[in-house]
């Protein structure tokens, strides 16, 4: 069973993978997706 998300999460972790804690759903848009292209060259 999935877990859900109630509170805001980052998506990713400070090393750039996923966030363990960001894994399940939400009813709302709750993750944090600022990380996501962090460090790739345009």
């Avoid at 069973?1 to 966030?19: C, F, Q, S, W, Y």
């Avoid at 944090?32 to 292209?37: E, P, Q, R």
């Amino acid at each position: 069973m999935e877990r859900e998300i109630t509170d805001p999460v980052a998506l990713l972790d400070a090393h750039g993978k996923l966030n363990p804690e960001a894994v399940g759903y939400s009813r709302t848009p709750l993750h944090d997706t600022s990380g996501i292209g962090a460090g790739t060259r345009a």
